[in-house]
């Protein structure tokens, strides 16, 4: 028997910084009608979908940088999406910049949420690997802030929905294999991925060639190695003077590209995928309960980093 989900990558083209996010959301309700025409029960839109890629600049001005963060979700400029999405009958993965208050105490992060075909919040993700830096620094052709802008997440969920268990992930996170991981222990059969990558990445120009090559790698090897579908839509094109990937696609367990855009505008990549297709690989590859060793493991929880443990202490020197 057969699970099928009907996926859509949303994949937009460049977003001006003068654009509205009602202009935004316009592009964003075009492509819905689009997926929903061809049978899609979701899309799924890129990182940061409703404004420009504001981590690219320095500011100093805390009102400037919060101007592109979402008080609210849905708020007066996105319910138009949500209406959309609840009358035409598809869900959708959205990412935004969310600023909230826990405690009294403002937060922000890079955020992503799933919304159901009735138009319900069903899952809610904050962004747990933040690149780049957290200083101005004026070398770079364009600046990469995230880890100023946003404080990271708390982790990686899963949530029972459109017939399977999906999961969501944002960018950066989907070049580290813990991120597939932590969502494959918890039985995930798709994993949601919105994404900003410049071609060119600053402190190792010597990668840009192979930017797209790597966009795929990581992304596949997620899928097969946790016998899940994975879904990655760019935020692409030449935004603000800086060029970002396309690549946006959709991946089966097996590891296949099974849909993938071809242009760097918006566009939408379409595939019918059978959720039962994670069983071949859940229940005998990658069967984590026969085959997984975690006491082997153990450094990857213990450690950060080569010399550091998890607590920021240093590695102990053995002997
Ligand atoms: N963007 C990039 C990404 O991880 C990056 C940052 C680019 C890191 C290239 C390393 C190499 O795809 C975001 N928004 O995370």
Redesign the pocket.
């Known amino acids: 028997m057969a699970r099928f989900v009907t996926i859509a990558a949303g994949q937009l083209g460049p977003i001006a910084r003068s654009e509205s996010r009602t202009a935004v959301v316009s592009r964003l309700m075009a492509l819905m009608r689009q997926a929903r025409a061809c049978g899609c029960d979701l899309i799924i839109y890129p990182?940061l979908a409703l404004t420009t890629?504001f981590?690219r600049w320095y500011f100093e001005d805390q009102a400037e940088t919060d101007s592109f963060f979402e008080r609210e979700m849905p708020g007066p400029e996105t319910q138009a999406l949500f209406d959309l999405a609840r009358e035409i009958g598809i869900g959708f993965y959205l990412g935004y910049a969310e600023l909230t208050t826990e405690a009294g105490i403002a937060r922000r992060y890079n955020a992503s949420i799933l919304v159901d075909k009735s138009g319900a919040i069903v899952g809610k993700y904050r962004k747990v690997?933040l690149?780049?830096h957290a200083e101005h620094e004026p070398w770079r052709a364009f600046q990469?802030l995230?880890k100023r802008y946003f404080e990271p997440g708390g982790g990686f969920g899963v949530v029972d929905a459109f017939g399977g268990k999906m999961g969501m992930a944002?960018?950066?996170d989907?070049?580290w294999s813990e991120t597939y991981r932590v969502m494959g222990l918890q039985g995930v059969e798709m994993v949601l991925i919105g994404?900003?990558?410049?071609v060119h990445?600053p402190p190792?120009p010597e990668?840009d060639d192979l930017?797209l090559f790597?966009?795929h790698l990581v992304m596949q090897a997620g899928a097969y190695q946790n016998g899940t579908f994975v879904v990655g839509v760019a935020k692409a094109g030449l935004e603000e003077g800086v060029d970002q990937i396309g690549g946006s696609c959709i991946i089966a367990p097996s590891g296949e590209i099974i849909a993938a855009c071809t242009t760097k505008g918006d566009e939408i990549a379409l595939a019918r995928c059978d959720l039962d297709l994670c069983n071949s690989y859940k229940r005998t590859t990658f069967n984590f309960d026969v085959h997984r060793q975690p006491r082997a493991y153990e450094m990857i929880v213990e450690r950060k980093g080569v010399t550091t443990m998890a607590d920021g202490t240093p590695v102990p020197r053995r002997g």
Do not use: V
Request: with cysteine.
């Open positions: 990182e890629f981590p690997h690149p780049g990469h995230e944002i960018c950066n989907r070049r994404y900003n990558t410049p990445n190792a990668h930017s790597h966009n």
